[in-house]
């Protein structure tokens, strides 16, 4: 590893010079010729039948060029699981009833902003407003109102999909309504494991609904050429291809037909993976009008309508021997996924995707259902799912660890997994740190000293100190549309090179990172590569910037395209140094030479040149692609926990020492330490910055964060009333990077920007009851809960 040159240095972003000056180009930024402008009507109502929608003002209003209704798109449905199991259960406007509030009605395209908002005000919606519901647990029981009653044929979803869906020693004889996704994964015998326990234990958890707060709002700009009956679409995404194969689908045109240019993305923590409404109408009325359109949402837009992150109800029961070896754990998971489907079903099962991995437990159960409500729709926020069950199982065993007087920590080593580990569904831990990782964070965090002692020392005094532990885990890719990703790499005359991937940087520094691992693999410098992405037409295909892939999948692809350029440049250079076998040869700083005798060498210009010449005019175009599991008849099941997840996963032990102000209620995150084990690390300065942004917003969504629901109404769509951490919130970060080497990744590499931000939630939440003696169940731990727990109000 101290042998490269450039992975693994902390070297600048080469998109941080367009950042800083203001040269980047975002969606909101793109401005067309004769460009009009869409604004989308919205239910008042959380729950409501639509009797009647009467356009005829609006469409008067001088300036309106067009408006749509659900009746005009009666027969588009989409989501984001659309199966078999799970068919789409989303329209582009709603059409005999609304779901949540914020549920789209109408869309408007007009000269201007303030003309398509004065059309909005002039359409008249009249709705029989029906009864709603507002919890997963209240949705589940038999006599609640029906969300989507026309897939349902008088039956609840339980009884639609029938008893056989139903197996297993640990799931709920109860009838289900609303269900909208489920999972069901056992393995050992569980009913055995608690019998041969020492100790049994039963906790629930909550966590509550948090915003993905990116600082680009979500937009859309929609241009088609009917001539050549081509839609060209910018929009603030994390996949450019599967945001094309959505739009393919719902307008029935060909994916040839659609091109996604590239634009940079403000920030996107999973929540611009999904096929918006505002991205279809923006679309749609562009075709209908021949004029581009764009679609800006406000930021209350962007906090009811878009996504949230999962409220769950997490059940867990562990059976234990007195030495801490866990012998049985079941699980139930109940998620609020909101009006529609959205990743609901997913969710349920990454929770025990990203779960069952750290702790080697043989008698497992686990049962996650996804539920319809009538809030707004719930989809991926980073880590997804993985920070609900992590908060949840790591703060019960820290509750087990107390009851029998054993350090949580002697748990955790006597039970995690280790590099070779098969998983119960056939992945192998061919890398896995968990070890290194708890002892590294243990000393950092100064666990022996400062363990159970502040409140011991400290007394009755106003401000009590704590510390807590908890583990995570993350993919490093998984199977979905595109599966796989590719790349190419076309040398030039003056031997720099040009990066074709079709990968989006939505912040982590994914470009750099990329032009790393191809400036390594082809010997030259970070200076000789441009890099063209995100754009359907001019680049190949890749999986997105999402469930952590880019390092492992999509670096891949680039080194194995570098070497597929490399070893042409080899040949070439063979030629002319009258070589006979390219292994002879190595390439650095834009140099060919001979690895027994350095000083005989060319350049690549020579090289490049050569191959043009004698190879009747033959280019120098690298090509890789690789796809994470080659096993095609292995896909995960959601329903059923089976089959291949990932190639690799990310592991973290993250400690937190907190301070309560038992006054106020206030609880200060002081010193957050990770041990992140992610393989090699491409960018050292990238892989810190990761792991900072993963602790802000575990740190929020632990002690403040919360999008406030009433009725289906948000009573904090701002950053002015939502509580995000700022600046003066960071606590003293420790971060160090546990070395292990991943046989299948680019250099060693896998995850680092998710998994982190799960951990922290369980380390705060356990240091808050070292420190006051009270287990806060549900986040955020606000200074009210503590307040009330402390019996102070």
């Known amino acids: 590893m101290t042998n490269y040159n450039i992975v693994g240095k902390g070297i600048p972003r080469v998109d941080g010079p367009a950042k800083s000056t203001g040269k980047a180009i975002y969606t909101v930024d793109v401005k067309l010729p004769d460009m009009l402008y869409g604004k989308i009507l919205r239910s008042p109502y959380p729950h409501a039948r639509i009797l009647n929608i009467d356009t005829s003002e609006a469409k008067k209003l001088p300036g309106v060029k067009e408006i749509i209704t659900g009746q005009d798109l009666s027969d588009v449905r989409y989501a984001f699981v659309d199966t078999p199991r799970y068919p789409a259960d989303e329209r582009p406007l709603a059409v005999d009833k609304v779901r949540y509030i914020g549920d789209e009605v109408a869309a408007v395209a007009a000269e201007s902003e303030s003309i398509a908002e004065k059309a909005l005000s ?9 009864p709603g519901v507002f919890t997963a647990e209240e949705a589940m029981k038999h006599n609640a109102p029906v969300i989507h009653d026309e897939q349902l044929e008088g039956t609840s979803a339980w009884e639609q999909w029938g008893v056989a869906q139903r197996k297993g020693s640990y799931e709920s004889e109860i009838k289900v309504n609303n269900l909208s996704g489920h999972t069901s994964v056992s393995f050992g015998d569980v009913v055995k494991g608690f019998h041969e326990s020492d100790y049994v234990r039963e906790d629930s958890f909550e966590l509550k609904a948090t915003a993905h707060c990116q600082m680009e709002p979500h937009a859309a700009v929609a241009s088609y050429d009917p001539i050549e009956q081509k ?47 505002y991205e279809y109408c923006a679309a749609y009325l562009s075709i209908k009008t021949g004029k581009p359109v764009k679609i800006e949402l406000e930021r209350e837009e962007v906090f009811m309508t878009t996504r949230q992150r999962h409220p769950m109800i997490i059940k867990i029961k562990t059976g234990i021997r ?72 790591d703060s019960h065993l820290d509750l087990i660890a107390r009851d029998l007087g054993i350090d949580p920590i002697d748990i955790m080593r006597k039970n995690v997994r280790h590099e070779g580990d098969v998983l119960p569904n056939g992945d192998k831990l061919n890398s896995c740190g968990l070890t290194e990782c708890i002892e590294g964070a243990a000393k950092a965090i100064d666990w022996e000293n400062k363990r159970m002692q502040f409140r011991a020392k400290e007394g009755n005094r106003r401000y009590r100190r704590g510390v807590g532990i908890s583990l995570c885990s993350m993919f490093s890719g998984a199977m979905y549309y595109p599966f796989a990703s590719a790349a190419i790499v076309k040398m030039h005359d003056d031997g720099s090179a040009t990066l074709f991937t079709g990968a989006q940087d939505i912040g982590q520094g994914s470009f750099t990172t990329l032009s790393q691992v191809l400036a390594e693999e082809l010997g030259i410098g970070m200076e000789d590569i441009q890099v063209v992405a995100g ?63 350095p000083e005989k060498s060319i350049s690549f210009q020579q090289a ?136 299948s990744g680019p250099f060693g590499a896998k995850e680092v920007g998710e998994g982190s931000v799960a951990g922290i939630l369980g380390a705060i939440g356990n240091a808050v009851h070292d420190a006051i003696g009270v287990r806060f169940y549900s986040l955020p731990i606000t200074p009210e809960k503590v307040l009330r727990a402390l019996g102070k109000i």
């Not at 996107?268 to 918006?276: C, H, N, P, S, Y």
């Not at 570098?562 to 040869?585: F, N, S, T």
Request: proline share 4%; hydrophobic share 40%.
């Open 231 to 277: 839609l060209n679409v910018w929009l603030s995404t994390m996949g450019i291809f599967l945001k094309r194969f959505f739009l393919s689908k719902v307008l029935e045109m060909p994916a040839s037909k659609i091109r996604v240019h590239h634009t940079f993305v403000g920030g996107a923590f999973g929540g611009k993976i999904d096929l918006f409404s």
């Open 608 to 743: 490049i040149q050569a191959s043009v010449l004698n190879r009747d005019g033959n280019p120098i175009i690298g090509k890789g692609f690789y796809k994470g599991y080659p096993q095609t008849d292995r896909y995960p099941s959601l329903a059923k926990g089976k089959g291949l997840f990932t190639s690799a996963y990310g592991f973290a032990a993250q400690a937190a020492e907190v301070e309560v102000d038992t006054l106020t209620g206030k609880v200060t995150l002081v010193k957050a330490v990770t041990f992140h084990d992610c393989g090699f690390p491409l960018n050292k300065t990238i892989v810190e910055g990761q792991v900072h942004g993963c602790v802000s917003m575990g740190a929020g969504q632990a002690l403040s964060e919360e999008v406030f629901l009433e009725n289906g109404q948000c009573f904090n769509p701002s950053f002015l009333s939502y509580q995000l951490p700022i600046s003066l919130d960071t606590p003293e970060s420790v971060d160090e990077l546990v070395a292990t080497i991943e046989p």
């Open 535 to 597: 754009d359907t037409d001019l680049c190949p295909i890749d999986l997105g910037s999402f469930l952590s892939g880019t390092a492992l999948v999509t670096g891949n692809a680039v080194k194995l395209a570098a070497a597929d350029a490399k070893r042409q440049v080899l040949e070439g250079a063979a030629e002319i140094l009258g070589v006979d076998d390219i292994d002879k040869l190595d390439t650095l700083e834009k140099k060919i030479f001979l690895k027994d005798n």
């Open 322 to 393: 007195k030495d801490g070896t866990i012998l049985a754990q079941e699980v139930k998971a109940i998620a609020d996924n909101g009006g529609y489907r959205g990743s609901g079903p997913v969710v349920i099962f990454l929770c025990h995707g990203f779960s069952f991995p750290i702790y080697n437990i043989e008698n497992y159960s686990y049962e996650g259902f996804s539920i319809y409500t009538n809030n707004g729709i719930r989809g991926p926020q980073r880590g997804h799912g993985a920070p609900q069950i992590r908060f949840s199982i």
């Open 122 to 130: 002039l359409i008249k919606v009249e709705y029989e407003i029906l």
